[in-house]
């Protein structure tokens, strides 16, 4: 499994499933995505005032009729999430005949092309930070993730102030410098610690960063 970051904007995510493993997965990609569920039930979670605007259809396909739910969301991406295997069985052949992607909820073995699984992600910003255990353990990679939270604390402020520098730099300076005044910046626990006092003031401390690197000094 190699990770990759999918924009789902403007895209249908069609869900089959509406427990509580639904819920979650409806609300990772609201996000981005128009969310469908199709589900004869639905989890409390979904009536949660929190909870994303997603489309929810009251139906329980049988496993013949799931190429027709394909045929009228033309998903980018389908997830298996029913308490039915033979159903997630079904979800997942239709995807595979349709090269559309497939989230099957209850598998964690081998996988066919166009398989993909969610990971436990942390965000700060722009900044996300997944973790898959390769499906071997879910629970730690929620594990993982809660430890990391606290660890990017920041780090989208990072992003925002040196995506601003790495801009400007490439106006004015050669590739190779300002490879280096950007690495040194990050690197800056100087620059780091004045963060949340505001993006102007970093930029003052990581302009005295990117200078001392500018003229040789150690930084
Ligand atoms: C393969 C995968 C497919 C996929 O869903 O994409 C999958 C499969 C299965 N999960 C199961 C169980 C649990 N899943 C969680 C939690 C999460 N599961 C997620 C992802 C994935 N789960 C993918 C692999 C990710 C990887 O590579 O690590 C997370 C990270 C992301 C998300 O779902 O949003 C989210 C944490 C989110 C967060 O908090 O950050 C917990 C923990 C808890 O609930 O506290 C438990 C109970 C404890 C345990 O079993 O570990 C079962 C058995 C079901 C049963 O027994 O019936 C299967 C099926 C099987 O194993 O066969
Ligand atoms: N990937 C993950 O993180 C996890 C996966 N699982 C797996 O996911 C499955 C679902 O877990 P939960 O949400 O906890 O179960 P659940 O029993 O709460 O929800 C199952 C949902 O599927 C719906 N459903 C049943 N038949 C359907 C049909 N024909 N069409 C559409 N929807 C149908 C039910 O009405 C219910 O809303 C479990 O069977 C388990 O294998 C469980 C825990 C975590």
């Not at 979904?46 to 013949?64: D, G, K, L, S, V």
């Not at 069985?89 to 995807?95: G, K, M, N, S």
């Not at 939270?149 to 590739?175: F, H, S, V, Y």
Request: charged share 25%.
């Amino acid at each position: 499994m190699i990770p990759l970051y999918h924009d789902f904007t403007d895209t249908t995510v069609l869900i089959f499933g509406g427990g509580s493993v639904g819920a979650r997965k409806a609300k990772r990609f609201a996000a981005e995505a128009n969310v469908v569920v199709v589900s004869p039930t639905f989890d409390d979670r979904f009536a949660e005032p929190e909870f994303p605007p997603i489309e929810r259809i009251r139906a329980a396909p049988a496993t013949t009729e799931i190429p027709a739910w394909f045929d009228r969301a033309d998903p980018a991406l389908v997830v298996a999430a029913t308490d039915d295997g033979e159903l997630n069985a079904a979800v997942a052949e239709a995807a595979d005949d349709r090269d559309v992607l497939i989230n099957r909820t209850d598998r964690a073995g081998e996988r066919s092309v166009g398989s993909v699984v969610v990971p436990a992600t942390v965000d700060d910003g722009s900044v996300s930070v997944a973790i898959s255990t390769g499906g071997q353990s879910p629970a730690l990679a929620r594990y993982l993730r809660e430890q990391i939270d606290g660890e990017i604390e920041a780090a989208g402020k990072m992003a925002e102030l040196t995506g601003q520098l790495r801009a400007e730099l490439k106006q004015t300076e050669p590739p190779e410098t300002r490879r280096a005044m950007l690495r040194a910046v990050v690197r800056s626990p100087a620059v780091w610690k004045v963060l949340h006092t505001g993006i102007a003031n970093a930029k003052k401390e990581a302009a005295r960063v990117m200078q001392d690197h500018r003229t040789g000094e150690d930084t």
